[in-house]
């Protein structure tokens, strides 16, 4: 009885032990999985604050530039309104309702009928003593800085609650320091032994320089900038989207205008040089270039194809594109940027007769380009503007305005704007409704999305 009750007690001490020690570890395992709670659910509100921040971040980088675009292109569309007029009106007037009624700020700007900031807050604009103010109101602190720092051509001066910012002109001119005087001497020896025209292009050891020749009230001034230097960059490299390629690149755009529209300065006819050496790469043939003077290193082999830079004269080019036309070799002819009336009617001629031809005019849009090519063929005796309008529409297959926008955080981003001439945007031309075209640009890249939009 003993031996018996001592194993009946030492089996309920092992029970015993043994239902603690299940306890236990279930009390562990009980611990362990909230502690695992405990730390997943911290893990997660620190991923969710991470993503709100970086959420954040984006939609205020998002509204800054859009902010910073906006602007852009209120002061381009102003400045092209007022354009050959001696003044932006009286000193503090408003311009608000002008630039609403005449479309000169983007649509995201006219909130209602008043013209707000992507915070909603108010925007002025108004005429002042030399020139026009844009002014913003309780901007938040991020926008104020990169808005601040923006240097637009055009703009003279930035202020900021009554201060003007330090190195606000834009426009200023830096003085030579003695260590490049010997240079500016050599290069000043150089363009005297050329003689040049009113437009050429000098050579400094491994720079090339872009010159224009002027008479002022004060002797011969000459005005210089650097050309682009080494290879020819791709229209991938200048910022160019898979689509817009596609439809530059289309096999069966092989006649017809090819118009650059932007402001100076913009890369018009980088984009253009660009172009011509990728159609040769991709299908052969002959360009001849026209230019005043020749900016860019397209001169010979580009894969199959070939290009001829020919250097015009001011009032040449319409010669010089006859005996282009009459020699029959080349399927691209371009003609450097637009100026002049004969050079726009030779341009247009041009895209008449099987022919692509390619060319650069100044724009803030691409409406006010067309805008201003029509006005330049109205002045010849070519016709009225009504036949000017038909002539663009008859001879344009493809029109692009492109603008470096300036990014908040430094340098610049390229936007693009392209319409194909369809037979609605050729309609739209030759009736002057150059309004329209807003939307059909608008159509044309959700179409684009899908598939290259056809002429």
């Known amino acids: 009885m003993k031996l018996s009750a001592l194993v009946v007690s030492t089996q309920n001490l092992v029970r015993r032990e043994l239902t603690a020690k299940n306890q236990e570890d279930r009390s562990r395992e009980l611990g362990l999985s909230v502690l695992e709670i405990v730390i997943i659910a911290l893990v997660g509100l620190i991923l969710l604050a991470a993503v709100l ?8 980088d998002n509204e800054i530039s859009t902010a910073i675009s906006d602007l852009n292109s209120t002061i381009s569309s102003v400045e092209a309104q007022f354009q050959g007029q001696p003044s932006y009106g009286t000193s503090g007037t408003s311009l608000n309702s002008l630039a609403i009624d005449a479309k000169l700020v983007p649509g995201t700007m006219n909130v209602n009928g008043a013209i707000q900031d992507p915070w909603g807050g108010p925007v002025t604009i108004a ?18 800085n990169s808005l601040g720092k923006l240097q637009i051509g055009g703009l003279l001066s930035t202020t900021i609650n009554g201060s003007v910012l330090a190195g606000g002109q834009t426009g200023g001119m830096t003085p030579v320091t003695d260590e490049f005087r010997e240079d500016i001497e050599s ?5 005297a032994a050329i003689r040049p025209s009113r437009y050429y292009t000098v050579r400094y050891g491994d720079i090339v320089f872009r010159g224009s020749r002027r008479e002022t009230v004060d002797g011969e001034w000459h005005f210089l900038r650097r050309a682009v230097q080494g290879e020819l ?4 490299q200048l910022g160019y989207h898979p689509t817009h390629i596609e439809t530059l690149m289309n096999p069966k755009f092989v006649r017809g205008g090819l118009l650059m529209i932007g402001e100076p300065g913009s890369g018009k006819t980088t984009t253009a040089s660009a172009w011509i050496s990728a159609r040769l790469r ?9 230019e005043n003077p020749p900016e860019l290193p397209l001169h010979g082999k580009h894969g199959a194809g070939m290009c001829v830079q020919v250097p015009v004269d001011d009032g040449d080019y319409a010669q010089a594109c006859a005996q282009v036309l009459r020699d029959g070799a080349a399927n691209i002819v371009m003609l450097g940027e637009i100026l002049e009336p004969d050079a726009a009617i030779q341009y247009l001629r041009t895209g008449l007769i099987g022919k692509i031809a390619v060319s650069t005019v100044h724009g803030p849009n691409l409406s006010l380009g067309l805008e201003r090519l029509a006005d330049m063929v109205t002045s010849t005796s070519y016709g009225d503007r009504k036949g000017a309008f038909s002539l663009l529409a008859d001879s344009l297959s493809l029109v692009v305005h492109q603008r470096l926008e300036p990014k908040p955080d430094g340098g610049s981003r390229l936007r693009v704007e392209m319409m194909v ?15 329209g075209l807003v939307n059909e ?3 044309q890249a959700a179409t684009v999305r899908f598939g290259a939009v056809q002429a």
């Open 53 to 60: 921040i970086v959420y954040n971040r984006f939609q205020r």
């Open 187 to 191: 290069i000043r020896s150089m363009i």
């Open 233 to 236: 960059p791709s229209l991938d």
């Open 441 to 443: 640009i608008k159509k």
């Open 282 to 290: 991709a299908y052969g043939g002959l360009a001849i270039t026209l």
């Open 127 to 144: 005429a002042a003593a030399q020139g026009f103010t844009v002014e913003y109101t309780n901007l938040p602190q991020a926008a104020c």
């Open 421 to 435: 001439m369809t037979p609605e945007a050729k309609s739209m031309v030759r009736g002057e409704n150059l309004a």
